[in-house]
């Protein structure tokens, strides 16, 4: 069974600064990982997908890697600005149990001005 | 390009009632998912319509149903609605079954159930 863990589970940061995003799975047969920001009761927004085959994904500040033999994905973020302030969740689409999404709980990011 | 778009954004129901959540999905997208997010979690997979077929299914009881119609919009539909039934009910589309563009999702309808 696919399991999706997110860290750290919260974090706060000075406007500015450049972070990082952890996400891990436990089974490497995917097809993809797609990293989705949640604004408070809304919505997911899709950020960047990243294929089984490719090692990492750019738009504008934001830079995700994987490293499927591993189980890991990494979301950079850099230069933060308040207006980054939202969950950021990532969710991997398997091999083994079909085409739904599994997600992890999220990081909830909090950019200070 | 329309995106996904769920109606209605809110909605109270009392414990026994039956709902009905509806999903447009994204123009050009044949396959629609719903997914389940309680508070502070990150979103379950309920099932998956590829094509007007259910095409999938998590690990939720017989009373959550759905329908996809030949334009490709989708129903949810729960009865018998359980206090914990009470969600962000989130629904995605993609071309294909989402394994080359991933999926696009709505904004959601909060279900409160009381």
């Known amino acids: 069974k696919q399991e999706v863990t997110q860290i750290p589970a919260a974090l706060s940061v000075p406007e500015g600064e450049n972070l990082v995003l952890n996400c891990s799975f436990t089974?490497?047969?995917?097809?993809?990982l797609q990293w989705f920001r949640q604004d408070p009761g809304k919505g997911l927004t899709s950020l960047l997908l990243?294929?089984?085959?490719?090692r990492e994904q750019t738009s504008g500040r934001l830079n995700a890697s994987l490293d499927k033999s591993s189980g890991r994905s990494t979301l950079y973020i850099a230069a933060s600005q308040p207006g980054d302030s939202a969950t950021y969740l990532c969710?991997?689409?398997?091999?083994?149990?079909?085409?739904?999404?599994?997600f992890g709980a999220g990081t909830i990011l909090r950019v200070k001005s | 390009e329309t995106g996904v778009t769920q109606s209605p954004t809110h909605l109270i129901k009392t414990r026994g009632q039956q709902v009905t959540l509806r999903c447009s999905s994204q123009?050009?997208?044949?396959?629609v998912s719903w997914y389940q997010q309680a508070l502070g979690q990150g979103p379950q997979f309920i099932f998956q319509?590829?094509?007007?077929?259910?095409?999938g299914r998590g690990n939720f009881p017989p009373r959550f149903s759905g329908l996809q119609f030949p334009n490709y919009s989708s129903e949810l539909n729960v009865n018998a609605l359980e206090l914990d039934d009470s969600a962000l009910y989130l629904c995605?589309?993609?071309?294909?079954?989402?394994?080359?563009?991933?999926?696009?999702f709505g904004s959601g309808t909060r279900l409160t159930v009381v």
């Open positions: 995605a589309s993609s071309g294909g079954q989402g394994a080359t563009y991933g999926y696009t």
């Open positions: 089974d490497s047969a995917i097809y993809n």
């Open positions: 990243i294929q089984s085959s490719q």
């Open positions: 969710a991997v689409m398997g091999m083994e149990y079909g085409n739904k999404l599994v």
């Open positions: 123009s050009g997208h044949n396959t």
């Open positions: 319509y590829y094509r007007e077929e259910e095409n």
